[in-house]
């Protein structure tokens, strides 16, 4: 019974790898702009480390800044989730009530369809850039500290972060029952997560005390810790750590988010017959 319930769920994977290869023009567009910005801060972080006195600012060095930022853009770009934009979206033009009657878990049908989206882009984009991107800055640049474990510790790391952000966005994707201004919540959410998760600036640059409190929150889980993960600045006890607290905040995201979610169908109204 659960091997056919789980084959079931597995069809909207399938469908979201589909939908991610199909519109794989408008993918590259993003990423594009994702990479224009990678080279935009790449080129502010060399000014900085060009006037500092210090050759390692916030336990980085120039080499490593570089792939931080370059791999910050892989990884929101490879993790990408659509979950808030779907529920938005079905709430807008009154599809939800068709998905609310179909036999399957709304929930478990966004996260299936994200997770499919997820492996596309991964194979499409993930894997051959940070190939070439760490080549580059290896043989380019003369970045060192990458260790073969800590490339494939990257990858669980990264279906963290995909989990966690899907998770994030059922939450504020809820606001959808109660608002149209979708738009706004949308464009706080992205400010704010990427402020916090350290897609933004290094979360290392933060006073002490804010980065201790960030530690037990799961914004790292979505940029910080993969990406340092990938550096190998993080050692065997951090990382282990790290997951542990990933993995209790995704199960308390998700309990949090169904309780809500009993919540928020009781304030659908669909008409028509």
Avoid at 217 to 235: A, I
Wanted: proline share 4%.
């Amino acid at each position: 019974m659960r091997a056919a319930r789980l084959k079931k769920y597995l069809i909207f994977s399938k469908s979201g790898i589909q939908t991610t290869i199909a519109y794989r023009g408008q993918i590259a567009l993003w990423f594009l702009g994702g990479i224009i910005n990678a080279v935009l801060m790449g080129l502010l972080w060399w000014a900085i480390y060009k006037f500092s006195p210090e050759p390692v600012i916030g336990g980085f060095s120039f080499q490593q800044m570089l792939m931080y930022v370059f791999l910050s853009s892989i990884v929101g770009e490879v993790t990408y989730a659509e979950t808030m934009g779907t529920i938005s979206d079905d709430v807008r033009y009154g599809l939800i009530g068709m998905r609310l009657m179909k036999p399957v878990n709304y929930r478990a049908q966004l996260a299936f369809t994200s997770f499919g989206s997820f492996v596309a882009r991964l194979f499409i984009i993930g894997v051959p850039m940070t190939l070439v991107g760490t080549l580059v800055m290896v043989f380019g640049f003369g970045l060192d500290g990458i260790l073969w474990y800590n490339v494939l510790l990257f990858v669980p790391a990264c279906i963290f972060s995909l989990l966690t952000v899907d998770a994030i966005q059922f939450l504020f994707g809820q606001l959808a029952f109660r608002t149209h201004a979708m738009f706004g919540v949308h464009s706080m959410s992205s400010v704010i997560i990427g402020f916090l998760s350290g897609a933004m600036v290094p979360l290392t640059l933060f006073p002490t005390w804010v980065q201790t409190a960030l530690l037990y929150t799961p914004f790292p889980t979505m940029t910080s810790f993969p990406v340092r993960l990938f550096l190998g600045q993080l050692g065997y006890a951090d990382i282990l750590i790290q997951f542990g607290i990933s993995a209790l905040w995704l199960i308390a995201l998700n309990v949090i988010g169904l309780l809500m979610y009993k919540t928020s169908v009781r304030k659908v109204v669909v008409f028509g017959g």
